[in-house]
């Protein structure tokens, strides 16, 4: 199993500014990624953060919007840049250890924009 | 239209009950189907991973179920308890790429 211990656990934003949410897995992991929950719906994924590289981003997500760091196989973090109201939602990164293995999930960041 | 559908959306029982919650798909080819569980204000904890070749899966009072056939599973949930309440969220794997596709979640309340 992997503990994931991500922050801040919720924040208030203005419009315009930027929120870095980081994500700190207690063992080293192959794959890394970064879910948004928009209130009453399920999750979607942004991206795969990929250590060592560029982060691949799903249909609908930029990395200029959302830009990602994974510097190591431990730890991520989630920009998100230039934000609106739109922008609400929560944020959950999640490790696998490989394919078929289960999901394990941080907290989430709760993201209010104002 | 969504890969993964779950009803109900929502529903509320009696503390003691038990209840069954329903998860249709069309993801394919399958690899496998999750079962996750999200407290308020949490990240989703997984109760289940079945593969094409496993009918059914139990965690403790948890216990899902899979039909490969029809593309259905449900997820039985027995002698509920309070700390039941949750939104319960259906995770179907495509076989390509590892592309993981989430129902919307029904969410759960149990009543004393």
């Known amino acids: 199993s992997a503990v994931i211990s991500q922050k801040p656990s919720r924040d208030i934003c203005q419009r315009g500014t930027s929120l870095t949410i980081q994500c700190q897995v207690d063992s080293q992991v192959t794959m890394m990624f970064w879910y948004r929950q928009q209130p009453g719906q399920s999750l979607t994924l942004i991206a795969t953060a990929n250590q060592g590289s560029e982060a691949t981003y799903e249909s609908g997500f930029v990395i200029d919007k959302f830009p990602i760091s994974r510097p190591n196989l431990t730890f991520s973090t989630l920009t998100v840049s230039n934000m609106s109201p739109e922008d609400s939602s929560i944020y959950l990164c999640s490790t696998q250890g490989s394919t078929n293995e289960k999901l394990f999930f941080g907290s989430g960041t709760q993201l209010s924009v104002l | 239209k969504n890969q993964v559908e779950q009803s109900p959306q929502s529903l509320i029982i009696l503390e003691g009950k038990n209840c069954t919650l329903q998860c249709n798909y069309t993801v394919s080819p399958f690899s496998n189907l999750r079962w996750y569980k999200q407290d308020t204000g949490r990240g989703p904890v997984s109760l289940t991973i079945?593969?094409?070749?496993?009918n059914t899966k139990s965690n403790g009072r948890y216990t899902a179920t899979l039909d490969a056939d029809t593309k259905q599973s449900s997820l039985h949930i027995t002698a509920s308890q309070l700390s039941d309440s949750a939104s319960y969220i259906c995770v179907v794997s495509k076989t390509a790429g590892n592309k993981l596709t989430f129902g919307g979640g029904t969410r759960v309340l149990v009543k004393p």
């Open positions: 079945m593969t094409f070749s496993e």
